[in-house]
């Protein structure tokens, strides 16, 4: 049977090859689209709650994402084309239940939060979860083992991970390097007849290792012909200027501020920065925070754009991109700065500023005061304070100037430069905690900010944490167990289709930590309990529990191995 399947699979890739051979087109960057080849995964109108692209918390946004038709989880999911199911996925947090289909043009379509599965799939998993014990899994299929053809029902639009609201989260990726390709590309999008908007213009001044020595922002206005103004001249204490935009993308049908398409910037009307968002991939995703202004983001939530490309960002969908992106600036010689932001069906926004370098005054530029100099694209070890750091190549997208203090009050508190400057990769922090009881060795964790644990083990008297962020950081002694809150829950549950629980730890986990392990059981045996990130919302099934008196038991267990536990009985 197995022979057999392949060889259908075959012939079925060589069908749709000859099917799909005048369907092709070239965009302007040269990479083939198929632009009938996909139909859409709903059967409503394609409403969006997020573009291709966008800017998230430390990622870009790898899809679309698709409103549900009535507000609410159900609506009915379809393969995109012809295809087969390479990769299951379940977990609590992230793209909750998800679905991969590899399609014989070289793509994969991703269907993320999805509600359920096709009853064939929901059997296959629900089996697979019995078998481990756990609710997350992560399933390769063979090829042979879920088929399907365009337009087949795969399951339901969802609301699970890390989802505020009932939508599909859909992508075409490139199967072979799995980095995701814009579907507007691909003839999947809303209509759009809207101008970008544009908010506000930031210039700063930068030195010759690309460090800020100035900020100065602007609000702009625009009219219904998408020209933005008032032209401001910015006077800049310094010999380069880096420039940047607060911007968004309109659609029909939907209020939302989505992510813009392409922004181009002109110096004295000669192209110098191109961003287009055609494809991203997941290794380049975290350099998010190069691309955009950092510091504004952190301080103020405002998202800026910048139109200048740092050493160490290695972002690949900058076409155009001269000197950096950074201006040059004379004394008595202004330099015209044109911005065009544009979204993919070609409605723009415009803006037009001047810029020219001035004197500074006196005490206006900060002499900068730090412990160890970090030249950009290098290893580093180093000791700072009590402190061994080992910041892996990458860690910064330019030259970094580390700052460094600690206190050894109740607990062992030190701060690393400020949480408004971004970090790319996870250094290495060795602590040491002599001084703290052997017996807590196990209980100790590195909390920033008071609530975000990234954990950490302990080696010959030394706390070893990869930090994911810089800031203030206090070596804390976890000893509290995870609480476990009862939202529905009835002795009498004759009828009643679940219960639902809330499970969460003192410090939510980033990075290395782990999250809470959970177990449930009804009659002392396992059952499959599912687990939504955001809200920590758990839910016990009932459907199969035969009626009659039963015992529920939830366990939970932290990064620390402090454990709690929750036991009722009912009648179902």
Known sequence: MMIRNSILIGLLNVLTIILTWGQTSVDTAGAHTYTNYFISPVAHTIR???????????????????????????????????????????????????LYIDHPNGYTTVYAHMEKFADSIDEYIHNLQMESKSYEVDIYPDADKFVVK??????????????????????????????PQNPYLFNLGPKDSSNPLMYSVSVEGIDNRHTPISKEIKYINGKPSGVYGPEYTFDVPAWRAGIAVQTFDLMDGAPNKNGVYQIKMFVDDTLYFHHKMDAVGFDETKFINSHINFDEKTTNNRTLIK?????????????????????????????????????????????????????????????????????????????LGSCAF?????????????????????????TLNKDSEPLFMYPVVSIPVENYDTTLYSKLVLVHGNKTSFGGSVDNDSLRVRIGKLGSFEVKVDTIPPKIDVKSFLSNAVGKPFFRFEI???????????????????????????????????????????????????????????INEWERTFKN
Not at 392 to 414: C, I, M, R, V, W
Not at 514 to 534: C, H, P, Q
């Open 390 to 414: 080992y910041f892996p190549k990458g860690s910064f997208d330019k030259d970094a100037y580390l700052t460094y203090e600690e206190s050894k009050d109740e607990n062992f508190q030190f």
């Open 150 to 179: 365009q337009g087949e029902y795969i399951g339901l639009m969802g609301n699970t991970g890390m989802s505020y609201g009932p939508h599909l989260h859909f992508e075409i990726r490139k199967t072979d390097t799995e980095i």
């Open 307 to 383: 139109c200048y490309v740092s050493p160490g960002n290695p972002l690949g969908f900058y076409p155009t991109v001269i000197n950096n992106g950074e201006v040059k600036l004379f004394k008595n010689k202004s330099r015209k700065i044109d911005l065009v932001v544009s979204d993919f069906y070609d409605n723009e926004s415009t803006y037009t500023c001047y810029v020219r370098r001035r004197e500074a005054k006196e005490g206006e530029i900060k002499e900068k005061v730090f412990q160890k100099y970090f030249p950009f694209g290098e290893d580093l070890k180093v000791k």
């Open 504 to 562: 969460y730890d003192e410090y939510e986990t980033r990075g290395y930590a782990r999250d809470i392990k959970y177990d449930v059981f009804i009659d002392g045996e396992w059952v499959v309990a599912s687990l939504k990130a955001l809200g920590n919302t758990l839910i016990v099934p009932l459907e199969d529990v035969e009626p009659g008196d039963h015992t529920l038991k939830i366990r939970v267990e932290d990064h620390s191995g402090n």
């Open 48 to 98: 969006l709650a997020g573009s291709f692209g966008e800017i998230r918390s430390n990622h870009f946004h790898a899809g679309i994402d698709i409103k549900s038709s009535r507000g609410t989880v159900g609506d009915t999911l379809v393969a995109a084309a012809d295809g087969f199911i390479s990769r299951i996925k379940v977990q609590a947090g992230s793209y909750g239940q998800v």
